[in-house]
């Protein structure tokens, strides 16, 4: 049987999401690579047990990561079962519903038929009880919001999960989305959107919207998928993302357009003594908003790398600045 680390609460920092009850680590393991049914399952298995090892208690799916769509969510299914089904107390796991999953016209997007489907598919191919947040995806212009935050709130009160969470949504979005929920009795726990030192839209508006309404942020791709380390810096790596069949959003066209700042962030990183993936993360700690940062990862070794950057997560206004300026070219 499989004993996690007896430090491992030592070892990861939680910081509570919004004005919620519920902390989060400040590293999460997203699922969406390196975990479907074309994948080693034991490389996966090995990657859950470090993390939580790690104090990484969050574990963050959607109906659709695989490839195929759904077996990433049975392969965890199969990790919890072997390894962590007396430790489900102990484990935060996400997942969300939005995006195609089925034919037909209501295998996508908001609407209470899907998302209630949808999230009855997880948790069967997940083998558990309940999730601990589930999300909305994506905005659906279509369905009105009072709809899918309604199916959120149902999740809740039927038992089928814990907390609710949005992602992709605009700060408008948001705004509006958070209102009924709050309005509900269940307020909006958490937002995903995606944000690195390449994407750094949601600092506009969103994240003053998040802090307004007490909602956690957890950033996802926080490494712009693998471009912010220093893995490109030689070529592209054949067991890299940008080299994968499986990963249509990642080639060597953003890797070359990208290299040259990578390069530059890399050289602040040496001089703070740490790798450019930790660097890129402990960036995105520097607002109490964000919650937790959500990476993803192909080896164990990259996991036990990112918890690194806990030793050196604060920045002087130099590096800031220098940091901004090879941003902004
Ligand atoms: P990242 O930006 O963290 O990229 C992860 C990739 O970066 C890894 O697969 C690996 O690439 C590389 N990497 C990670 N750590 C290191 C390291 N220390 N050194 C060198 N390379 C490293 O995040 P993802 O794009 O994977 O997204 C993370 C999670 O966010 C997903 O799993 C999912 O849960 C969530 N997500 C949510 C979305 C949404 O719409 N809500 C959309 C996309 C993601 P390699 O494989 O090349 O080794």
């Given at each position: 049987m499989y004993v996690p680390a007896e430090n491992r609460y030592d070892v990861m920092q939680y910081r509570r999401s919004g004005r919620s009850g519920l902390k989060l680590p400040l590293v999460s393991l997203g699922l969406?690579?390196?975990?479907?049914?074309?994948?080693?399952l034991e490389n996966g298995r090995a990657m859950v047990r470090r993390a939580f090892d790690l104090g990484i208690t969050h574990f963050d799916l959607a109906n659709n990561y695989g490839p195929p769509a759904g077996s990433a969510e049975e392969n965890f299914g199969k990790i919890m079962k072997l390894d962590f089904h007396h430790l489900r107390h102990e484990v935060v796991i996400s997942t969300k519903a939005g995006y195609w999953m089925w034919n037909g016209p209501y295998g996508e997007w908001g609407s209470r038929k899907y998302l209630i489907s949808s999230l009855d598919q997880s948790l069967k191919r997940m083998g558990l009880?309940?999730?601990?947040i589930f999300y909305s995806h994506r905005p659906d212009p279509d369905t009105p919001f009072e709809e899918t935050m309604s199916a959120l709130d149902y999740t809740v009160r039927s038992g089928r999960a814990m907390y609710v969470g949005l992602s992709n949504y605009n700060a408008e979005q948001t705004r509006e989305a958070a209102a009924i929920l709050r309005d509900l009795g269940t307020p909006c726990l958490i937002h995903q959107p995606i944000y690195n030192m390449f994407n750094r839209w949601v600092e506009d508006e969103l994240l003053e919207v998040l802090d307004v309404f007490g909602i956690g942020t957890i950033p996802f791709s926080p490494l712009a998928q693998g471009l912010l380390t220093d893995k490109y810096l030689n070529g592209i790596p054949e067991d890299s993302r940008a080299a994968s069949?499986?990963?249509?959003?990642?080639d060597k066209d953003d890797v070359d357009k990208t290299i040259d700042q990578v390069r530059e962030l890399n050289k602040i990183a040496q001089e703070r003594g740490q790798t450019l993936a930790q660097m890129a993360v402990a960036w995105l700690w520097r607002f109490p908003v964000i919650t937790s940062v959500l990476i993803g990862a192909s080896k164990v070794r990259q996991i036990e790398d990112i918890v690194g950057a806990m030793n050196n997560a604060n920045f002087s206004e130099d590096e800031l600045n220098r940091i901004d300026a090879i941003l902004k070219g």
């Open positions: 969406w690579h390196n975990f479907g049914g074309v994948d080693v009880d309940y999730v601990d069949e499986h990963s249509p959003f990642l």
